[in-house]
C-alpha cells in the first residue's frame, strides 16, 4: 500500500494451536504442525482468520492514500473479462467479473443480437463473495440448450456440478456431488455427459461410495445410478478427466498428475463402450495435450523427449509410436501453449496452421506453421504479454488472450494466413505515456536474467528515482508478463518507475535452461 501510514503500535499478530499431525511422502515423515488449516470449518481456524482479517482491516485503516487506491483499481482494474468467449449453438458465452462484484459471473448474448445478459450470477447467491465459478470449468452441450457449470464455497478445493437450462434460465434436478476438477464431456446427441470423479485427490473422502474415475450420467437418473466407465486413482495428487472429440467419434480420458505436470492420454471409439482403451501415452509420463483432431488425426503438444515440447501427429488407427509424426520440432524455446486449425471449403479442404505459442525471455511470442511443420511467421505483440489462452475460432483465425503489466487482459484475433494480429477487446490500466523496455543483467554464477523497466517522462533515469524490483523463483517458473493490481498504483499515481525482473531456481527445470535465453 502506498501513501502516508501511521501503523501505530506494533500489531499482536493471532495464534493457533499446533499439532503433532506427520505426513508421509515417499517413506519421509513431513510434519505438518498446521494440518488443521486444511478444514475451513474448523471453530479454530474461522477464529483465526477473523482475527487475522480485523488485523489486516485496522492496519489499512491507517493509510491516507487508501481511499484514491481503491477508487483506481474500482475504475481502471476491477472490470474484467476472463478467458475467451464460448461460441455453443445460438449463444455467445462470457465471463465478467463486475467492479462492484467479488466474483465472475457467466453471461450469454444470442448470435442473432440481442443484450449480454447473465446467466449464472454467484453474486447474487451470495452477495459477501463466498460462493464462486471456475470459468475454466464450463461446458456447454452439442446444441446450446444445456450448460453444466461448478459452484465453491468459501475456496474448497471440490466444486458441484449443476446443469443450467440456457433458455429458462433454471437449473435442471441433476447435482454432481463436489469433485476436485470438475470435467464434463458432453455426447454430441444429447441426453447426458461423461463427468470425473477426483475426491481423493488431497486424500479426502471418497463421497457416496464413488470411486475416483470417469463417469456416464443420463440426464434425470439418480447419481447413484451413473455408470464407472474408467476407474483411476494412482495416488494423491492424480486424476482422470473425460474429453469427447469434437466429430463425436472418440472417447478421450486424460489422466493428470499435478504435482509432476504430467499427463497420461486413453482412448477409444464413443459407440464401443466395452472396447479396451487404447494408450497414446503411458500414465502420466511426460506433458501432453491434446490440440486437435482431423478425423482419425490427433494433434498433440507433448514434451514426451522434447522438454522444450514440441507437435507431434497421431493418427488413431495406427497409434504405435514408430508411426507418430513429429510436426513441429522442439525449439530453442519453450512451447506454452498451441492451437491448430483446418481450412474448409465447399470444393476441398483448403491448407491448414499450427500457432504455437513460445516463452522467450519473460514473455510470450507467436509461431505460425503449416501442416507440414514448417514455420510460416513469427508474431510478436504490441507489448510484453503472457498468453493465458489460445483456441481456435474459425478458418483462418484464432483467439489470443493475453495478460500484460499495463493490462489485466487483452484479447487478439490472429489471422494465421497474412500473420495480422487485431484487438478485440481490453482493459488499459497504465499511463500510455509510460514506457516499457527490457535489459538483461548477469547474475554471479552467470545466469542472464531478462529484466522489464517501466518509466515515467516526468522521471529521469537516475539512481535516486523510485525503483520496485519484482520477481518470482521456484517450481520452474518465471517473472512473466503480467498484471500486478497493486504496481499499477506505483505508475499511474505516483508516476514512478519500477523493474520487474524473472528469476529462475536452476535446480528445478534444468532441461529448459538455456545459456543464452531465460526460457
Known sequence: ????????????????????????????????????????????????????????????????????????????????KLGLPLSCGDWIIEFIRKAEDEQPAICARSKSGGPLKPIVDPNRLDPRGRISIDVEHVFASRDGELLAYNLVESGADARSIHIRDMHSGADLPDVIPPTAEPTVAWHPEGGGFFYNVTRRLFAGPTNGGQLDGVYWHSLGAPIHEDRLAYEYHNGRGQSALPYISPCGTYLFIKQVNYVM????????????????????????????????????????????DAPNGRVVLIDLGRPERPNWRELVSESEYSLVKSSYSVLSTKSAAGPGHIV????????????????????????????????????????????????????????????????????????????????????????????????????????????????????????????????????????????????????????????????????
Not at 499446533?18 to 515417499?26: F, G, P, T
Not at 499427463?263 to 506433458?287: I, Q, S, T
Not at 511443420?373 to 484464432?398: I, K, Y
Request: proline share 5%.
Open 356 to 519: 504455437v505459442a513460445y516463452e522467450r525471455d519473460a514473455h510470450h511470442f507467436l509461431r505460425v506453421f503449416d501442416l507440414d511443420g514448417r514455420c510460416l511467421q513469427s508474431v510478436e505483440f504490441p507489448e510484453f504479454s503472457t498468453v493465458t489462452h489460445l483456441r481456435h475460432e474459425d478458418g483462418n483465425r484464432f483467439l489470443i488472450r493475453t495478460d500484460s503489466f499495463s493490462s489485466p487482459f487483452t484479447i487478439y484475433r490472429l489471422d494465421a494466413a497474412s500473420a495480422s494480429l487485431d484487438w478485440v477487446d481490453g482493459a488499459a490500466i497504465s499511463d500510455p505515456a509510460i514506457k516499457c523496455t527490457q535489459d538483461f543483467f548477469t547474475s554471479d554464477d552467470g545466469t542472464r536474467i531478462a529484466t522489464y523497466m517501466f518509466t515515467s517522462p516526468v522521471l529521469a533515469k537516475t539512481a535516486s528515482a523510485p525503483t520496485l524490483l519484482y520477481g518470482y523463483g521456484g517450481w520452474g517458473q518465471l517473472g512473466y508478463a503480467m498484471s500486478k493490481a497493486g504496481l499499477e498504483p506505483l505508475l499511474n499515481i505516483l508516476t514512478a518507475e519500477y523493474a520487474s525482473t524473472g528469476l529462475r531456481f536452476f535446480l528445478i527445470r534444468p532441461s529448459i535452461v538455456e545459456t543464452d535465453s531465460p526460457n
Open 261 to 304: 505436470g504430467r499427463h497420461g492420454w486413453l482412448f477409444r471409439r464413443l459407440e464401443e463402450p466395452d472396447a479396451k482403451l487404447a494408450v497414446l501415452f503411458d500414465d502420466c509420463e511426460a506433458a501432453a495435450n491434446l490440440i486437435a483432431l482431423r478425423g482419425a488425426l490427433a494433434y498433440f503438444d507433448t514434451r514426451l
Open 1 to 80: 500500500m502506498i501513501g502516508e501510514h501511521n501503523p501505530g503500535p506494533i500489531a499482536t499478530y493471532p495464534t493457533i494451536s499446533r499439532s503433532d499431525h506427520v505426513d508421509c511422502y515417499h517413506d519421509v515423515d513431513v510434519p505438518d504442525p498446521y494440518h488443521v488449516f486444511d478444514d475451513l470449518q474448523d471453530e479454530s481456524v474461522r477464529r483465526w482468520v477473523s482475527e487475522q482479517e480485523a488485523l489486516t482491516e485496522s492496519f489499512l485503516a491507517c493509510n491516507a492514500d487508501r481511499a484514491e487506491y481503491r477508487r483506481f483499481l474500482e475504475e481502471r482494474a476491477c472490470h474484467v
